[in-house]
């Protein structure tokens, strides 16, 4: 049994076939992890010329994805997978914005749509009536979802279970527990005169995982404090930090 169905309506399938066709999003596809389907929304088209958008009411510049081939495809992808309560996702720079959190909370699901849209945007109804969440990836403008659409299945996916080689290494990732990933290393032990830091080398583990801890620490005061707010801290750390802050200061 497939872990779990994303299905992605787009009008440019073909921009999904290098992303999905690689990596770790490949192995699970390939482990039946999870069941990526590409529809071109196209094949819900308008007519013999198969129209998806159209000029907006009221004018102005652009064209606007009409609302039938939307509705239509939705309704045919929920009836195919024998739920009408699928959560129907739209990528938009006016949605809630993406992190860890969020790509979590995907994680959970058995299965979603990714509407991707495309041109000024989708008509209003679509979102009043037929989408049930809206997910923006930053505070910029693409001109289309599809991008936004592989982010979103690409971090959601690597949380499943059995993805990665090793549950530990989301765990520790950046972001995972609100704080951003220690330093990492590898071989050679020294490079152009320049060393890898001794804690590293010494074998004890409990030693690492305290440097290590420290390190994530101290990153995530210097380049996003931001975040310290709601990481997962213990009462030492936040007296440590205060302390750092004030000799800064
Ligand atoms: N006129 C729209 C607006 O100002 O909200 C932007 C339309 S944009 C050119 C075309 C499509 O790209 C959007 O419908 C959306 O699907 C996608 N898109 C653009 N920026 C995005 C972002 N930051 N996050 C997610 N999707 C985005």
Redesign the pocket.
Known sequence: MVGMHIDILTLFPNMFSGPFADSIVKRAIDRDLIDIKIHNLRDWGQGKHKVVDDYPFGGGT?MV?KPEPLFEAVEAIKEDSGSLYLPVI??????RV?NQRIAAELAALERFIL????????DERVREHLVTDE??????????????AMVIVDAAVRLLPGVLGSEDSAADDSHASGLLEYSQYTRPQAYRGLEVPEVLLSGNHARIAKWRREQSIMRTLKRRPDLLEKANLSSEEREMISELITEKG
Do not use: K, N, R, V
Not at 90 to 95: C, K, R
Not at 115 to 122: A, V
Not at 135 to 148: F, V, W
């Open positions: 652009g994805m739209l990528l938009t720079p006016q949605g993406f509407i991707c849209g495309h041109y000024e945007g989708i997910i923006s990836i930053g505070d910029y403008i693409l001109t289309g979802g599809e991008i936004a």
